[in-house]
């Protein structure tokens, strides 16, 4: 059993980090405070390297390895944004990389992924394990596998979001993060209990992928058993990671679920209101706040969004754009 990452791992990470992920500016919209009758402050990871926070992670991920390990070159599975991830940071690295995706993977994270020159197998996610491909990979080649969210590293890499809100200079009542495997509001929730403890931490998920939701109100680990379609590919995971879980069920204060449709509408309002291109998992949390999340909690003034991720279809983009 890996042990689970701690503060310190986030600082080390935020070190190993420096000169290599952008620090992603707090931006804020007057109208949608007033849609709100919040103080709204929004992290876009968007703006990150790859056009999402999974750089992070990954990054520091590799960047931990030893040279013996460098060697032998890496192999993720991913619908996208932590396929891109990595392949940027072995590029970057001059490690060897390939990516187990779906087949039905957005066309523009599979090109991002080819940009960075990281080899791809497809799969069919109806049919096939993507993490049995991987091992398979890892036993012929020796490659090292790099889990999405379920790894210390990639947890304190992605926590490095949240050093950067709670030294933003802002006080929050509340953050709201999307949530698929949970390795971003884990990673988030160690910096921010350390830093600003006074600040909620909530997820936001796909509705027909809540198993966040549904764990909490378990009490423990909730496997879903239906994987219905959804636009939001890059959170749509059937139940909490083994590392992520322990450090959300202490953090989280609750978890929103929201419909592809919310978060087609949310993705207009950023890029109108906000100037950002989202996603639709990249625009969940948003979504969640605008279709009053926190509307029963008064005492909830000051808000931190983080948009996660802008890697989209222009077919998706497009349909978004005509909601408003």
């Not at 109208?31 to 103080?39: A, H, N």
């Not at 706040?289 to 931190?304: F, S, V």
Request: with cysteine.
């Amino acid at each position: 059993m890996l042990e689970l990452p701690t503060y310190k791992d986030v600082l080390a990470a935020a070190k190993r980090l420096e000169g290599h992920a952008r620090p992603t500016p707090m931006i804020r919209s007057d109208v949608i405070d007033i849609m709100t009758g919040k103080t709204v402050w929004f992290k876009p990871e968007c703006s990150q390297k790859v056009g999402a926070f999974k750089y992070r992670g990954a990054f520091n991920r590799l960047s931990a390895m030893t040279l013996s390990e460098r060697a032998q070159g890496v192999v993720a599975f991913s619908s996208g944004n932590h396929a891109q991830g990595v392949s940027r940071a072995a590029k970057e690295l001059g490690l060897s990389a390939i990516i187990v995706m779906p087949k039905d993977a957005p066309e523009v994270k599979v090109a991002g992924v080819k940009r960075d020159g990281a080899g791809i197998v497809f799969y069919d996610r109806n049919t096939e394990s993507r993490e049995d491909i991987a091992a398979q990979i890892s036993a012929r080649d020796g490659r090292i596998i790099v889990p999405s969210y379920d790894d210390p590293f990639i947890i304190a890499g992605q926590g490095t979001v949240g050093l950067e809100v709670a030294q933003s200079g802002e006080g929050f009542d509340a953050l709201i993060t999307p949530m698929g495997g949970g390795g971003l509001c884990a990673g988030i929730s160690l910096a921010m209990k350390m830093l600003s403890p006074k600040t909620k931490i909530f997820g936001a998920e796909p509705q027909h992928y809540n198993d966040h939701q549904q764990s909490l109100a378990a009490g423990k680990r909730v496997k879903l058993t239906q994987s219905p379609p959804t636009l939001c590919d890059a959170i749509m995971t059937p139940m909490p990671g083994a590392l992520t879980w322990p450090i959300n069920k202490t953090c989280l204060s609750g978890v929103f679920s929201v419909s592809d449709e919310d978060c087609l509408r949310t993705m207009a309002i950023a890029k109108r209101e906000l100037g950002v291109q989202l996603e639709p998992g990249g625009a969940a949390s948003m979504a969640a706040l605008l279709h009053g999340a926190l509307n029963d909690q008064p005492e909830i003034e000051t808000t931190c969004i983080i948009l996660s991720g802008g890697n989209v279809d222009p077919d998706i983009a497009a349909k978004a754009d005509r909601l408003l």
